[in-house]
């Protein structure tokens, strides 16, 4: 059986939490001295917050107040900043678009230069009798180099985040892998039915904490 010492007695300089990593429970009466363990350590949590609980009620209002006084004043510059690179982020999306247009619409008349080029060269040997150069020129593919333009915005010291977000479209069409189970739901069903309904793929259980 365990001999186990109230959290006051420290056994062998053990400290509470110590004692209760090393409990085990094998009978009825580690059981009861485990309960009585409890107990004695429920008493002791007891006076530590008597000892406490004041000083940090004052300290939190303390901290409380110099927020509040601290929020009064940043809070409204924050906002002033979010406001301003927001309008900064929208004008620097609506000219990334405007670049990347601009980009695919010169890419287009590359490649149809470089098309027509291929086309005229073909054709002129054809006219010089080289069918199998012409066949070539014609079966090669032609690739236009690519146009890459730099960015409309200028360089700013305001650090504007870009990130990729999303939007869904047709949930059902979203592969298996990528859902995951309500399980505040599944977990409230189970609590109000204590475990009398039967949910596919769950098992409920009951646990003593």
Request: charged share 25%; hydrophobic share 45%.
């Amino acid at each position: 059986m365990n001999e186990i010492a109230l959290p006051g007695e420290n056994k062998e300089g053990m400290t509470a939490l110590e004692q209760a990593q090393a409990l085990t429970i094998v009978t009825a009466s580690d059981y009861t001295a485990a309960d009585n363990f409890c107990v004695g350590l429920k008493g002791l949590e007891k006076e530590v917050d008597e000892a406490y609980d004041e000083n940090i009620s004052a300290a939190f209002k303390a901290h409380r107040g110099l927020v509040a006084k601290k929020n009064k004043y940043v809070e409204p510059i924050i906002a002033a900043r979010k406001i301003i690179k927001g309008k900064m982020g929208a004008w620097n999306t609506e000219q990334e678009i405007k670049r990347k247009n601009e980009e695919a619409r010169l890419q287009a008349e590359a490649q149809k230069q470089a098309e027509d080029e291929a086309l005229a060269a073909a054709a002129e040997a054809q006219q010089s009798g080289n069918k199998a150069e012409a066949e070539a020129i014609l079966a090669a593919p032609v690739a236009a180099p690519i146009v890459v333009l730099p960015s409309f915005a200028p360089k700013s010291k305001t650090t504007i985040q870009t990130h990729w977000d999303f939007r869904i479209t047709n949930a059902a069409l979203i592969p298996r892998e990528y859902m995951a189970p309500d399980t505040v739901k599944i977990g409230g069903v189970i609590r109000s039915m204590k475990g009398t309904i039967s949910i596919p793929g769950v098992e409920a259980f009951e646990k003593k904490v």
